[in-house]
T-cell receptor, first 112, second 115 residues
């Protein structure tokens, strides 16, 4: 079954404690993205990757890091989380940037 | 600077009637547009798309219209069904000031179809 998986689904953490949200896709897609969803703001792209070792900033990259060492995985790293990073995070993948994106189920992060 | 706008945060429609969801964009370099549907506690799912070389694309009950001169697109759902109740996101991709490869989403419109 074609899918995008994210872990964990829910996470409560404290300010400054480094965390990683994993994302994996089984469709051999080249394009992967991370988004955050906040009320009234929709989905905002954090980072995206066009292929292995090729990543670029989206609209809200501050406070986040990503890496793309393998085609299937695209982890999102928060080196020093802050309360304003409390949000719902989605990973997505597609064949290309204009192709339909397949989204993961979301990770709800709370930073206290 | 919101490049993709959905000015109606919510919309209520009677079952069986037409739902029209609107989306406006500011960047004339966008060349591909997509609509996604999102249910609570799930990730968005792709609904329908349109390339800038077309002005209409149809898939069953869903039709997307693109008016490039007005930088406007709309999603028509006919007939609307209660299962269509969800948040609908408009998305655009193409060249921006800083990238060739970004995808920009609008803030979403919450559609309620009343039985």
């Amino acid at each position: 079954e074609a899918q995008v998986t994210q872990n964990p689904r829910y996470l409560i953490t404290v300010t400054g404690k480094k965390l990683t949200v994993t994302c994996s896709q089984n469709m051999n897609h080249e394009y992967m993205s991370w988004y955050r969803q906040d009320p009234g703001l929709g989905l905002r792209q954090i980072y995206y990757s066009m292929n292995v070792e090729v990543t670029d900033k989206g609209d809200v990259p501050e406070g986040y890091k990503v890496s793309r060492k393998e085609k299937r995985n695209f982890p999102l790293i928060l080196e020093s989380p802050s309360p304003n990073q409390t949000s719902l995070y989605f990973c997505a993948s597609s064949i290309s940037r204009s192709g339909e994106q397949y989204f993961g189920p979301g990770t709800r992060l709370t930073v206290t | 600077d919101q490049q993709v706008k959905q000015n109606s945060p919510s919309l209520s429609v009677q079952e069986g009637r037409i739902s029209i969801l609107n989306c406006d964009y500011t960047n004339s370099m966008f060349d591909y547009f997509l609509w996604y549907k999102k249910y609570p506690a799930e990730g968005p799912t792709f609904l329908i798309s349109i390339s800038s070389i077309k002005d209409k694309n149809e898939d069953g009950r869903f039709t997307v219209f693109l008016n490039k001169s007005a930088k406007h697109l709309s999603l028509h759902i006919v007939p609307s069904q209660p299962g269509d109740s969800a948040v609908y996101f408009c998305a655009a991709s193409g060249q921006t000031k800083t990238s060739y490869d970004k995808v920009i989403f609008g803030p979403g419109t919450s559609l309620s179809v009343i039985p």
